[in-house]
């Protein structure tokens, strides 16, 4: 029976404390003035994990999840990106249709980083759907970079943009 107990509490004890040590070691590591997000609802193994991970991280030192149901179950505040369905509505330049941000057109701005930088063979419907992010969430800009192609499009639209927001001053 002892063997029986003891099997269970450690299942329930292990993975619980190897998350919130990971957090609170990645918190330390990052220092306390970064923010930490966990993202890992759609790795998780199951349900149940994707919840526990989400609990046991804001335990360990994370400022939250992209895991809504975590958000609301544990009051976690919650992040995201945007969505693949999000970048992959966006195919042309023309698309983006809100360019202005404080005065400035940061299109036009990450247009000519693209260029500066030689990332010109990208993806211009994920850096035009980038753009048009950027534009609506400037403080918060978080592009989702494996849509297409992560380094040889993603990670250089998202340089291109955020080099274009910094220019305006976010």
């Known amino acids: 029976m002892v063997q029986i107990i003891e099997t269970t509490v450690l299942n329930l004890m ?44 804001y335990i360990g030192g994370f400022h939250g999840s992209s895991n809504m149901w975590a958000g609301k179950a544990f009051d976690v505040m919650t992040y ?52 048009a992010y950027a534009r609506d969430h400037p403080e918060n800009f978080v592009a989702l970079v494996d849509t297409y192609n992560t380094l040889e499009s993603g990670v250089k639209n998202f340089i291109a943009v955020s080099k274009a927001l910094s220019d305006i001053g976010y």
């Open 80 to 131: 995201g990106t945007m969505a693949h369905s999000y970048i992959c509505s966006f195919s042309k330049f023309e698309d983006c249709k809100k360019r202005i941000l404080d005065g400035k057109d940061l299109f036009e701005l990450a247009v000519k980083a693209r260029k500066e930088l030689k990332f010109e063979d990208t993806n211009d419907g994920e850096f035009t759907a980038f753009c």
């Open 14 to 57: 292990n993975f619980p404390t190897l998350i919130a040590t990971n957090a609170r070691r990645m918190k330390t590591v990052a220092g306390p003035n970064k923010i930490l997000v966990e993202f890992g609802l759609r790795r998780a193994q199951g349900p149940d994990g994707a919840m526990m991970a989400s609990e046991y991280s």
